[in-house]
């Protein structure tokens, strides 16, 4: 990306689940969520929005190759996206142990997400 043009941060998490998707597909809709930006057209080449980019790093905790990046990619409207992956984020205890799911435990994951566009 030559230019950063917006940043913005969000914070997602599975309660129960295990699933680095959902944590990250609601880290990913936190950052983006409450945003606009009516006049990015006007600083893009071209003044053409197809000529956007769209750079989204996630900290997650545990289970990185889970992650389908492709569903991560569909949550980012316009752009060309690319989806960048570290450790981070956390994983903690949720409090609660569901006997009836043996093959879950009792953590809760914490993804973060930053969301970087230009061009």
């Given at each position: 990306?030559?230019?950063?043009?917006?940043?913005?941060?969000?914070?997602?998490?599975?309660?129960?689940?295990q699933?680095?998707?959902?944590?990250?597909?609601?880290?990913?809709?936190?950052?983006?969520?409450?945003?606009?930006?009516?006049?990015?057209?006007?600083?893009?080449?071209?003044?053409?929005?197809?000529?956007?980019?769209?750079?989204?790093?996630?900290?997650?905790?545990?289970?990185?190759?889970?992650?389908?990046?492709?569903k991560?990619?569909?949550?980012?409207?316009?752009?060309t996206?690319?989806?960048?992956?570290?450790?981070?984020?956390?994983?903690?205890?949720?409090?609660?142990?569901?006997?009836?799911?043996?093959?879950?435990?009792?953590?809760?994951?914490?993804?973060?997400?930053?969301?970087?566009?230009?061009?």
């Open positions: 990306m030559k230019e950063i043009i917006f940043i913005e941060t969000g914070t997602g998490v599975d309660l129960h689940g699933d680095v998707n959902e944590a990250a597909k609601r880290a990913v809709m936190d950052a983006i969520h409450y945003n606009s930006m009516p006049g990015i057209r006007k600083v893009l080449p071209d003044q053409d929005i197809n000529n956007m980019k769209v750079n989204v790093k996630l900290g997650i905790p545990k289970d990185l190759e889970n992650l389908d990046e492709d991560i990619k569909k949550l980012l409207p316009y752009g996206v690319t989806v960048e992956t570290m450790t981070g984020g956390m994983a903690t205890t949720s409090g609660i142990f569901l006997e009836d799911q043996k093959d879950k435990n009792d953590l809760m994951y914490i993804v973060n997400a930053v969301v970087e566009v230009g061009y």
